[in-house]
């Protein structure tokens, strides 16, 4: 009975553990109960049921997962939802133009007829979550066949999530997902109710949501405005439906009360919401790759593509606005892994980990259940290391040609029976003279960084043969009927067989296949391999790391499934001498002004009011008694655990009312994702005061906190 010794094994040793009083941690909700005695020594009102209950509505009943990849909450009994700026960026672009430039202009619907439709864009409600290891073991052996051990598992989820959504019946919008904690050792069901009417309600200008741009990304002190307002449209009986003009705003169970009443450094707060990924308890060689191998390639590729952009962008309005979401993208994870990798070396976390694994190994050389583990896992990852930089760096390089991305789309709507891709859709957001630019360096990218043996030799050869990368792509964008709207809106007319001819001498596609089959062949199926390989291993591992450190209190890495991260509001001591202050005010925003700099570029109105000191009830004393000075916050951080994912995430006080919206990570505390430092570490949310401010006095949609529910 393997699968209850996995259970039971657990169970004991997350009982031993005494609760440590660090910040570091994601809790699960329903388990939340553990860290209750530590939350209330720190300032927690609230019970764990508060947080997290089957039987009537809970906090989590407030808090969505928006569009896969951020967290939202519900802040009106009409489905009003807040997340950040950069959540809601796609949306806001895709209803932006020249005309309507509601990026830089920001938008904001007047009533309920502007709320502006998104197609596509889900949040899903946590509607319960439940450990079903058992189950999911079922059949699982320690030394079975890692492959076969993958399939067993997978196949034991698929019948567990069958059965749940069978038990919804015609319910609507209810899904289910197996996820995995503590590396296989532990499973949970996760039932979600989805809805996917969600319109747009308010954006503030760029230049308050994005206010600093990439520059002050992933810094402090900071002054971003990062929110966006949604509204969730349900049908009559409030159940989800897609859009319909006919929806109606849907009446959620909670929705969080607003604290207006402000916050003190050493305040207790907490964030409740999805974080991605982090991966705390991998081996030294897992950091090495990263820190050594990954980063700094990725990073160098994003730095040309960047630069290339960049100077796009400054050339011409109208590129600044097709590129401007890709630009953010590719800029985020950029200047993230510069962080982290600043962070690991800083840390030592390699040498760390070596040490710790050297300690690992004495303890288990007279535990036989252990018995060569260590270096298995070392052995797997030298073998699984090139395959993985490969994979990493196709995907950085030639994949990211948007060019071979048309031909991708068109192959994969045929392939699927749909017809073409829409070439005003496919071509909105392109320049040809960019992809161009890109194509080139990405392509010398790919030639040198990826290892010889991965690069398909054909590519090289023709390469060779006209004489150079510069010269191949020119023949590339030249000869391909995917580089224009217009060729490829002759393309996709042409008669059957002279579309088939065209597509079989199209240089794009000759270049996407020879890459997709290369990558297809030569390196995913190792790469997946040995990463099941490795995975099968981890189980065991985390095992014996729970086994050897009974006293501390392990959590589960992120996974994109719903945690509480807690914390207090607190500053920082970046380097020898100097402190940041867990505070910025109005005024650090008006220091920064700068017309010249699109991202400093002050709104008018924003300007106007702080000239005339019009706060209205924002206002707050930032001097003394008898020499008052008044301002408005603006943003804060604190000590809580967070990663990608935790965008849009509800800061919360004490009473569990909202007091800001997570929305980033400090430049010094990135590595927190492989590992945190307490020192360090800070998460930054825009204060809900702020965010009142700007839709009231800023953006005049004031009447929209009407239905808040504001203390
Ligand atoms: N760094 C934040 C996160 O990881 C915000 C990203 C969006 N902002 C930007 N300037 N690109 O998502
Ligand atoms: N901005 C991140 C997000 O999109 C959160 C920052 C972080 O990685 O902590 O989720």
């Known amino acids: 009975m393997m699968k209850r010794r996995f259970a039971a094994l657990l169970a004991c040793l997350l009982a031993a553990a005494t609760v440590v009083s660090a910040d570091e941690g994601m809790w699960l909700p329903s388990l939340i109960g553990r860290q209750v005695k530590d939350m209330k020594a720190k300032g927690f009102r609230l019970s764990a049921k ?10 989590k009943d407030a808090i969505v997962l928006f569009d896969r990849g951020c967290t939202g909450e519900l802040v009106s009994e009409e489905g009003l939802l807040l997340t950040n700026h950069h959540c809601g960026y796609g949306q806001v672009q895709s209803h932006s133009s020249l005309e309507h430039d509601y990026l830089t202009n920001g938008f904001w619907a007047m009533n309920r007829a502007e709320e502006l439709p998104n197609p596509g864009l889900e949040v899903s409600f946590l509607v319960r979550m439940d450990d079903v290891t058992d189950r999911v073991l079922e059949g699982v052996t320690d030394g079975m066949d890692p492959q076969a051990r993958k399939e067993r598992i997978a196949e034991n989820s698929r019948i567990l999530v069958e059965e749940t959504l069978a038990a919804y019946g015609d319910r609507k919008g209810y899904e289910a997902a197996v996820e995995s904690m503590y590396y296989g050792n532990q499973y949970f069901l996760f039932t979600y109710r989805t809805f996917r009417d969600v319109r747009l309600v308010g954006a503030p200008p760029s230049s308050i949501g994005k206010f600093g741009g990439d520059t002050d990304n992933w810094m402090w002190p900071r002054h971003t405005g990062d929110f966006t307002v949604f509204r969730i449209y349900a ?17 959620p169970e909670k929705h969080f009360t607003i604290s207006t009443r402000g916050i003190d450094e050493g305040d207790f707060t907490f964030v409740y919401g999805f974080p991605g990924t982090t991966r705390e308890y991998v081996t030294s060689d897992y950091v090495d790759y990263v820190l050594n191998d990954l980063n700094p390639n990725t990073i160098r590729m994003r730095t040309e593509r960047l630069d290339i952009i960049g100077a796009a962008m400054e050339a011409d309005p109208a590129v600044r606005i097709k590129y401007a979401s890709k630009a953010a993208m590719i800029a985020n994870a950029w200047k993230k892994w510069q962080g982290e990798s600043l962070g690991l070396a800083r840390l030592g976390t390699v040498d760390k980990k070596r040490a710790y694994e050297a300690r690992l190994a004495e303890w288990m050389a007279d535990r036989p259940e252990y018995a060569g583990l260590l270096d298995r896992m070392h052995a797997v990852y030298d073998a699984w290391r090139p395959y993985a930089l490969a994979n990493s760096l196709y995907r950085e390089s030639i994949f990211t040609i948007e060019l071979l991305k048309m031909v991708q789309q068109l192959e994969t709507a045929m392939a699927l029976g749909k017809s073409f891709p ?51 792509v020119d023949y590339l964008f030249a000869q391909s009927a995917f580089a224009t709207r217009e060729r490829y809106e002759a393309l996709c007319a042409l008669d059957e067989e002279a579309f088939v001819n065209t597509m079989a001498a199209d240089p ?3 270049l996407y296949s020879l890459a997709g089959m290369t990558y297809n062949t030569e390196i995913v199926p190792e790469y997946q391999r040995l990463s099941a390989e490795i995975d099968a291993l981890y189980p065991l591992y985390m095992r014996a790391q729970m086994a050897f450190e009974p006293e501390r209190n392990f959590y589960p890495d992120a996974n ?4 509480v991260a807690y914390g207090s509001v607190e500053g920082y001591r970046p380097e020898d001498g100097i402190y940041c202050l867990p505070f910025t005010t109005l005024e650090g925003i008006i220091a920064k002004d700068n017309p010249a700099i699109y991202d400093y570029d002050v709104p008018d109105r924003l300007r106007a009011l702080y000239d005339a000191k019009d706060y209205g009830r924002w206002a707050i004393n930032v001097g003394t008694k008898k020499e008052p000075f008044y301002t408005v916050p603006v943003a804060f951080i604190a000590t809580n655990h967070t990663t990608g994912g935790n965008s849009g995430s509800p800061v ?47 953006c005049g949609a004031g009447y929209l906190l009407d239905e808040m529910t504001i203390r």
């Open 235 to 251: 049908d009559a009986d409030n159940q989800p439906a897609d859009y319909s003009p006919e929806n109606v705003p849907y009446r």
């Open 50 to 59: 508060d947080i997290y209950d089957i039987n009537r509505a809970s906090l």
């Open 508 to 510: 794009a596609v000759a």
């Open 560 to 563: 994109l499934t719903l945690r």
């Open 422 to 472: 829409d070439a005003a859709v496919l071509y909105k957001d392109y320049e040809p003279a960019v992809d161009r630019q890109l194509a080139e360096a990405m392509i010398e990218e790919f030639v040198t960084a990826v290892p010889t043996e991965f690069v398909p030799q054909q590519l090289t050869a023709a390469i060779a043969q006209v004489g150079g990368v510069p010269a191949y």
């Open 652 to 698: 919360l006080n004490g009473r569990g009312e909202l007091i800001g919206i997570n929305f980033d990570r400090t430049w010094l505390s990135t590595m927190s994702d492989l590992e945190f430092d307490p020192a360090m570490c800070r998460n930054i949310a825009v204060d809900i005061r702020y965010v009142l401010f700007v839709i009231d006095k800023v």
